[in-house]
């Protein structure tokens, strides 16, 4: 039990099941073996399905998504920049997280992403042309004037760095280069200009766009980098096993050492029953045959009359009076903690299922897989009325489970 408990609680409640067979009637243990066989399969299946609805697209389809339609993403923002310790080194990573930066709002920071994207790639004319910008923006026309002049040094023929430049010569008041340069940015754009946003005069500092060529750049170094790091650690960049394989390997674990106990029982130890009286375990031999739900001295004393002492006669009241209360409140308690275990108690193994299931999916949905889960799929929506239902008749299913166990005996 300590083993099996050290394990986790997944594992500790798969043992006290399987163990439980032993107690359970022979309809009881074919429905336990199904259960278990029908987990093993079904665990899988549920799994896949859970990876294919829940589970967000990849990131590079989410990227692609943010840059071409220039939609707020937190949730690729915060997965590129935890890609930092595989990509530090990659100019194409640091130059899409500068991007995403840039549009959630968070220039100072783009602008290192920018910068660290030059130190890997000194030919990479975009990144100078979004430090330029950026400098730009906060007014540093002398800067801008350094940096963008350098990206035209690696790329001559950019249109944003001619206009970006173009705009920074006019704030220092060197308009006649601003008008070569703006020309230039025409020229070089050609019909692609108004597209773009390079119109004559328009004062608005433009950025590169970036967008499918980029991520599938990207894409590329971070499975080279991906392969590299399994062939270094010996392919454990895999990861652990997903939760619902080992979910499975429960139950069939389960199922191997329930089937063992009850051959172990067969074999080794022989049948015994709980007194429908008293509550006392008693062997079933061979010999004693007059009652099969009454344990002996029960048949003494109720049914046969033979001749006992009145201490004794008192000492068995007694002990169904105790008998009657344990069980009592043991149902109950099971009641209040497991739900549908009424139906079980009352030889309805199916309808213990089913009510504990919805009543368990019910309540960790609402505290546990809407929370986690809901946001991947759709950020902004809010879901706490469904929460809040869900939670509702969970607790309404517990409830009812509670005062079935209390009106029984």
């Not at 499975?248 to 089937?259: E, H, I, Q």
Request: glycine share 8%.
């Amino acid at each position: 039990l300590p083993v099996f408990g050290g394990l986790g609680p997944v594992w500790l409640g798969a043992y006290l099941f399987a163990a439980s067979w032993i107690y359970l009637s022979v309809r009881l243990r074919v429905w336990a073996v199904a259960a278990c066989l029908l987990m093993i399969f079904v665990v899988p299946a549920v799994g896949s399905i859970h990876h294919r609805l829940v589970q967000p697209p990849a990131l590079s389809d989410r990227l692609t998504t943010a840059l071409v339609e220039r939609q707020m993403d937190l949730g690729t923002l915060r997965e590129m920049a935890e890609l930092e310790a595989t990509m530090a080194e990659t100019a194409p990573y640091h130059l899409l997280l500068g991007e995403l930066l840039r549009m959630h709002g968070e220039p100072g920071l783009a602008k290192v992403e920018f910068q660290k994207a030059v130190v890997a790639d000194p030919d990479e004319a975009r990144a100078l042309i979004f430090v330029g910008a950026l400098a730009l923006e906060e007014g540093d026309a002398q800067l801008a004037v350094q940096v963008l002049s350098s990206a035209l040094e690696v790329d001559s023929d950019n249109p944003f760095a001619y206009h970006n430049l173009s705009l920074a010569f006019d704030l220092i008041r060197r308009f006649q280069e601003g008008d070569q340069a703006r020309t230039r940015a025409r020229q070089y754009a050609g019909p692609d200009s108004p597209e773009q946003g390079l119109r004559g005069l328009d004062p608005r500092i433009r950025f590169p766009r970036l967008g499918r060529p980029d991520v599938a750049a990207f894409a590329a170094e971070m499975v080279s980098r991906q392969e590299l790091s399994a062939v270094e650690t010996g392919g454990a960049a895999d990861g652990p096993r997903p939760s619902f394989e080992r979910l499975s390997l429960v139950f069939a674990f389960a199922l191997v050492l329930g089937l063992v106990l009850l051959v172990v029982r067969a074999r080794w130890f022989g049948p015994a029953r709980e007194c429908t009286k008293c509550g006392k375990i008693y062997r079933l031999e061979s010999g004693f045959g007059e009652s099969s739900v009454y344990c002996p001295q029960c048949v003494s004393v109720f049914l046969k009359r033979d001749v006992v002492s009145i201490e004794q006669q008192t000492a068995k009241l007694h002990r169904i009076r105790s008998w009657e209360r344990m069980s009592a409140a043991g149902r109950r308690l099971a009641g209040l903690l497991f739900p549908g275990s009424p139906y079980l108690f009352a030889d309805r193994a199916i309808r213990a299922v089913l009510f504990a299931f919805v009543c368990i999916a019910l309540l960790s949905g609402g505290m546990l897989w809407l929370p986690m889960f809901a946001p991947m799929i759709e950020p902004l929506a809010s879901f706490t009325t469904l929460r809040v239902a869900m939670l509702t008749l969970g607790a309404l299913m517990v409830l009812r489970s509670a005062t079935m166990s209390w009106d029984r005996r």
